[in-house]
């Protein structure tokens, strides 16, 4: 994790997803950075002291960072204990490329890092997991940090998707024959079977009465 200190107001101009890009890239190639907290508030009351308004903390995940970071030496490490309205071209970077040239600073610098990483190219916001306000007491000196503002969002899991079921097309009843016959056949069909039923209904007639006659000559021979 290194962090970027930065004024509010530049950061609060920027789309939600837009790349950060101050001045000192095109200037001096890189973004100027630290290594922890203690040793940003030691840069902030170095070079930044007397500048009014609100700054920001931003935490930054180097391994998410589109840009390649290199841990270097200040580009300067001992700077002016003071230094007058009017700019001097002695100023460091921090102070001149990215806060302007109204900036100045007035108290004794603190023991500085060995070595600043910096970030050569353009801070992409995914890299950004963090935003702390910097507390600042009445003279403008930097005593801390507040809350978190942004944290790293959470991924949501990708909703299961639900394979469909293939659509099935309704199965229609089987298409009655269609009769061919002609009226006059389909006539005789009819006729000849109720012939043959009509048949079939005599013989079962004659066979009862047979069994009647039969038993009727047995009742006579008795007598």
């Known amino acids: 994790m290194i962090l970027h200190l930065v004024l509010k107001s530049d950061w609060d101009k920027l789309a939600p ?8 890239i095109a200037k001096e ?8 907290q203690a040793g940003l508030l030691k840069v902030a009351n170095t070079f930044y002291r007397l500048i009014k308004g609100d700054f920001l903390l931003l935490e930054i995940d180097e391994t998410k960072l589109n840009a390649l ?21 002695d100023l460091p970077p921090e ?4 806060l302007g040239e109204s900036s ?12 600043f990483p910096h970030i050569y190219g353009a801070l992409n916001r995914e890299a950004v997991v963090g935003i702390r306000p910097i507390l600042r007491a009445e003279d403008g ?6 809350e978190l503002l942004t944290k790293l969002p959470t ?20 298409p009655k024959p269609i009769d061919t016959r002609t009226p006059i056949v389909q ?11 009509f048949s079939e209904e005599l013989k079962r007639l004659r066979g009862r009465v047979e069994a009647k006659m039969a038993l009727l000559d047995e009742e006579i021979a008795k007598l």
């Open 141 to 146: 000196t930097f005593v801390g940090y507040g």
């Open 104 to 115: 100045r600073v007035v108290s004794a610098p603190a023991e500085l890092p060995i070595q």
């Open 69 to 89: 970071v290199k841990w270097e030496a200040p580009a300067h490490p001992t700077p002016l204990p003071v230094v007058a309205a009017t700019v001097s071209n």
């Open 29 to 36: 190639g890189f973004i100027h950075c630290t290594a922890n």
């Open 187 to 197: 006539a005789a069909e009819e006729l000849l079977d109720a012939t043959d039923g």
């Open 155 to 174: 991924v949501q899991p990708a909703p299961q998707m639900i394979e469909p079921k293939p659509f099935v097309t309704p199965s229609s009843p089987a």
């Open 95 to 98: 102070v001149i490329n990215e």
């Open 17 to 24: 997803m837009q790349h950060y890009v101050p001045e000192s």
